[in-house]
């Protein structure tokens, strides 16, 4: 622990900002994998039990049970089903609008991460270049022989802060994969299981159409 503590003491000030931006990806990741975790679900079965009930004009019923589920699919069949409009073209509009409200939430922070991968480097680069004026400005100030050991150390210690950026920036560039992958598989599911609810409306609506049709004719 010492040891760390005397690496970290001596690559420099922008160590602290590194440290800083390490925890907040480690905070970032946990906290949008337990939302993530909490916004899934089986999507196909959330479907099924909403398509029986709207199948048996239960809607009412249909909303109350999509209600009962946490996470985007869930939020897209509760508006679709709650809202007035009955044509086609609004209702994709409505789980449009849903869907896009729920992939801000799902991926809130995200940016963030992505900007903790890409500026991690940078500190450290910044570090390295700072360490090296320093390890130079100490070499010309000795105005004769140059010590090998009193270059090669201001080196190393020089190289601390592209070593921890690097090793910052790689796992937050995976862990931020990882979560974008989630997000993806919402995406998609919202998309897919949307259009099938908005089919199955469409096609009762229109099956409720010709019932009523039969029934005034003579």
């Given at each position: 622990?010492?040891?760390?503590?005397?690496?970290?003491?001596?690559?420099?000030?922008l160590m602290?900002p590194?440290?800083?931006?390490?925890?907040v990806?480690?905070?970032?990741?946990?906290?949008?994998?337990y939302?993530l975790?909490?916004?899934?679900g089986?999507?196909?079965?959330?479907?099924?039990?909403?398509?029986?009930?709207v199948?048996?004009?239960?809607?009412?019923?249909a909303?109350?049970r999509?209600?009962k589920?946490?996470?985007?699919?869930?939020?897209?069949?509760?508006?679709?089903?709650?809202?007035?409009?009955?044509?086609?073209?609004e209702?994709?509009?409505?789980a449009?609008?849903?869907?896009?409200?729920?992939?801000?939430?799902?991926?809130r922070?995200?940016?963030?991460?992505?900007?903790?991968?890409?500026i991690?480097?940078?500190?450290?680069?910044?570090?390295?270049v700072?360490?090296l004026?320093?390890?130079f400005?100490?070499v010309?100030a000795?105005?004769?022989?140059?010590n090998p050991?009193?270059?090669?150390g201001?080196?190393w210690?020089?190289?601390?802060?592209?070593?921890v950026g690097?090793?910052?920036a790689?796992p937050?560039?995976?862990l931020?994969?990882?979560?974008?992958?989630?997000v993806?598989?919402?995406?998609?599911?919202m998309?897919?299981y949307?259009?099938?609810?908005?089919?199955?409306?469409?096609a009762?609506?229109?099956e409720?159409?010709?019932?009523?049709?039969?029934?005034?004719?003579?």
């Amino acid at each position: 622990m010492s040891e760390v503590m005397m690496w970290f003491e001596r690559g420099g000030i922008l160590m602290y900002p590194l440290l800083l931006s390490s925890i907040v990806a480690v905070w970032i990741f946990l906290e949008r994998l337990y939302h993530l975790k909490r916004a899934g679900g089986k999507a196909d079965a959330i479907y099924d039990a909403v398509k029986v009930l709207v199948l048996e004009g239960k809607r009412q019923a249909a909303i109350d049970r999509a209600r009962k589920h946490p996470g985007p699919v869930a939020a897209v069949f509760r508006a679709v089903l709650d809202t007035s409009f009955t044509e086609r073209s609004e209702l994709e509009e409505v789980a449009l609008i849903q869907g896009k409200k729920e992939l801000q939430r799902l991926s809130r922070r995200l940016p963030l991460l992505s900007l903790i991968v890409g500026i991690a480097p940078l500190l450290g680069l910044l570090g390295t270049v700072l360490g090296l004026v320093k390890a130079f400005q100490k070499v010309a100030a000795t105005q004769g022989t140059v010590n090998p050991s009193l270059l090669a150390g201001g080196i190393w210690e020089a190289l601390l802060t592209t070593v921890v950026g690097l090793v910052i920036a790689i796992p937050a560039a995976l862990l931020h994969y990882y979560l974008d992958q989630k997000v993806k598989t919402y995406v998609f599911q919202m998309n897919h299981y949307g259009a099938l609810l908005i089919q199955l409306l469409a096609a009762t609506d229109m099956e409720d159409v010709h019932a009523r049709h039969r029934l005034r004719s003579p």
